[in-house]
Every structure is written in structure tokens, then in C-alpha cells.
């Protein structure tokens, strides 16, 4: 009997967790499920990436008491087999509305970001009552995944709930059609022949404060101090306008592209001189995980988490303290210098970079994440 997996995002806006949910799916399509993701509210970028045997359930909800009904009705009239949800107030939501409908539904909740950092920075609205509500509900759940051993130690340390019960699960980020994304060809002008002396550092991420943008803008005007150099940020948010004044007081306004979001950010990573992770948190970053694995050299902050793993702590990239403006710069300059004195080392660097990201490839996930949901088929025995 073909089984009905549910997978359970707020939308499809352009963020890491959205992405990651959307290859599962995708690919749990391609071998004979029926598939539906549910959906908060049907928007966002990656609306053109569902692939066509997907049903996309609109919730049409826009405030937490919204989602409870139309949840309720979704379990008891669609009977899904299994459901993954995404995202901490989500995960709370399906597990209560998974209680309320009395589904038989076998539920499996996964956190994508460093709760314990994320509660701290006060981002977290009412993080002591959602910190009782994780320890009393998630339980509940038939499996708990994180993205990473650091995120399922900081869930653990943040809920109560212990250690024991999280199952840490790495996204499953590189296939071979991400792999040929790179081969695109990139028509951004500074990448064109007449910027060949100009170095291209490239960022990505939503313009938002977990990103700490700001520092990394304040590091690349001490870049350009020293030589010059050109930096792209692929992604939109609410910051926009605050990056382009800072800018502008900084002098590097000529140097910066604020890109948007863009579709296809391994075209960039091909191109690009070195990517730069500025984060103050994370959960598994999928986008230092791409960049490696189109071979692009890397500059992080060590933020919890996640980038320590996956550059285990720094033979794969440069880790830096979170906040440091002046060793981020430090880090950026000896990358680029090294890809000018030494061309050779870099191609062998860029070769272990792209070996050593497949070990975060969709295979690996699907199998992991097949496991936790019951489905005990294997991807190579499928094919």
C-alpha cells in the first residue's frame, strides 16, 4: 500500500529549513508516495521548484489560533500516514492538532536552528513559555530530529528534553542536478572578463539580524582597505534599506551588490573567490554546504550550529569568532591571497571541498530520514 507522507512548513519562502523540507519531498515523489505539503500559507520562491506529483495543501492561516481548524480538518479528513513538520511553533502546532484529531498519524518533528541562540538574542517571543510547552509536547512526538549534533544538544539543554531522544539528522542538500545548477552560466557583470583583477566574495542568507550582515560588511570595508575587492549578498529581508545606508556610511557602496533572492545560488559559488558565513546563529547551514561542494573556499563565523561540524573545526574552512569584524577580515584577506600566490593549492582545495561536502548528499538523508519515518525502504534498493 502506497503511503501518504505529509510534510508541514509554513511557506516557501526562501529560507534553509524550507529548502530542505522541499527536497525530501520532492524526492519521496520520485519514489511512488503521495506526497502533500502543508502549507501555512501557499507563497514564496521555491513554489516553482514543487515537483508536479506534489498536492500542496493551503492552510490559508496567518496567526497562530488560525492554523488549529484547518490542521484539525486536514488530519481527519486526509488521514496522512506519516507527517514531518518543520520549525519549533509548527512542530508544537502538529503535535497538539495531531492530539485534538485523534489521528493515528505517525508524527516526526525536527528543529533547524540552534533554539538555545536563537531564545537568547530575544528572538524567540515568549521563550520561556514555549521552553515549557517544547519539554511537555515534544515527547509526544514518535520522533524528534535536529539538523545537527549541536542543535539537538542545544534542544536538549533549552526543553529538558533529554539528549537521548533526539535523533541528530544532517540535511540533505548536494544531488547531481544541484551540481549541474553550477554549470549555469552566471551574466552578473562582476564576474565578467573586465573584473578579473577584482576578487568576488559572495554571502547568502536572508537580510535579517541572525545573519549579522552588518559585520560583515564592517570586515569587507576593512578588505578594501588592504586591495580590492567586490561583495555579493544573495537574499532579501526587512534589513535592506539599513545595509545600504551602512553602505554608504562605510564608503563601499560601489563594491556591494545587494542581489536579492536568487534561484540558483550555485552559479555564484562556481564563480565566486571565497563565501562568507557571518552568522551569530544557525542549525546546519545549508549554504556553506553548497558553496563546499562546488569547491568554493569558505569563511565562517564557529556560531552554534553547525559550521564546526561541517568544516570539522576548520580543516575544511576558516572558522571565526562570532562578531569579530577584524579576524573575519583577517580570515577573508588570507583566502584570497593564497588563491593568488597559489593557484595549484587552491584547485586541490577546491577538489577535497566538493569530496567532503557529499557527505551531506539527498541519499544520505533520504535513508536517514526514511528510518524515522517509518519507511523502512532504502533509496538504493529503489532505484
Keep these: 500500500m502506497v503511503k501518504r507522507l505529509a510534510f508541514f512548513v509554513d511557506s516557501l519562502d526562501g529560507g534553509g529549513a524550507e529548502r530542505v523540507m522541499l527536497n525530501l519531498a520532492n524526492e519521496y515523489v520520485k519514489h511512488g508516495y503521495k506526497v502533500d505539503l502543508v502549507l501555512a500559507r501557499k507563497q514564496g520562491d521555491y513554489l516553482r521548484d514543487v515537483d508536479s506529483g506534489i498536492r500542496i495543501i493551503d492552510l490559508e492561516a496567518t496567526r497562530f489560533w488560525t492554523y488549529f481548524l484547518p490542521l484539525i480538518k486536514y488530519f481527519r479528513s486526509e488521514k496522512p500516514d506519516v507527517m514531518l513538520s518543520a520549525t519549533t511553533i509548527l512542530n508544537l502546532l502538529a503535535i497538539m492538532t495531531k492530539g485534538l484529531s485523534r489521528a493515528k498519524t505517525h508524527l516526526v518533528v525536527s528543529e533547524h536552528i540552534d533554539i538555545l541562540s536563537f ?18 509536547l515534544y515527547p509526544k512526538a514518535d520522533q524528534i530530529v535536529a539538523v545537527s549534533n549541536g542543535a539537538a544538544q542545544s534542544l536538549s ?41 577584482e576578487p568576488v566574495i559572495v554571502a547568502v542568507g536572508r537580510l535579517q539580524a541572525q545573519k549579522d550582515y552588518p559585520m560583515l560588511l564592517k570586515s569587507f570595508a576593512l578588505v578594501c582597505e588592504q586591495r580590492k575587492a567586490k561583495l555579493i549578498i544573495l537574499g532579501e529581508g526587512e534589513l535592506r534599506e539599513e545595509l545600504q545606508n551602512l553602505a554608504h556610511e562605510l564608503n563601499i557602496s560601489e563594491h556591494l551588490s545587494l542581489h536579492g533572492f536568487e534561484s540558483n545560488p550555485f552559479k555564484f559559488f562556481a564563480n565566486a573567490d571565497v563565501f562568507a558565513l557571518s552568522s551569530q546563529y544557525e542549525g546546519l547551514p545549508t549554504v556553506l554546504i553548497e558553496a563546499l561542494a562546488c569547491g568554493c573556499p569558505v569563511v565562517s563565523t564557529n556560531c552554534p550550529s553547525g559550521p564546526e561540524e561541517i568544516l570539522e573545526q576548520g580543516k575544511f574552512g ?43 548528499n539527498v541519499d544520505n ?17 529503489s532505484k
Design 365 to 381: 538523508a533520504f535513508n536517514e530520514y526514511s528510518k524515522v519515518l517509518g519507511l523502512t525502504m532504502n533509496i538504493k534498493d
Design 318 to 360: 576558516a572558522l571565526v569568532k562570532v562578531g569579530d569584524e577584524r579576524g573575519f577580515a583577517d580570515a577573508l584577506l588570507a583566502v584570497l591571497k593564497l588563491r593568488e600566490e597559489s593557484p595549484q593549492a587552491i584547485e586541490k582545495r577546491q577538489f577535497d571541498l566538493m569530496s567532503h561536502g557529499q557527505q551531506f
Design 119 to 136: 531564545a537568547n538574542t530575544g528572538a524567540l517571543q515568549r521563550s520561556s513559555v514555549v521552553k515549557r510547552f517544547i519539554g511537555f
Design 157 to 197: 539543554e533549552f526543553s529538558g528534553v533529554p539528549i537521548t531522544k533526539i535523533k541528530a539528522i544532517y540535511n540533505g542538500v548536494i544531488d547531481q542536478h544541484k551540481i549541474d545548477l553550477a554549470k549555469e552560466k552566471n551574466d552578473h557583470p562582476w564576474f565578467g572578463p573586465s573584473q578579473a583583477d
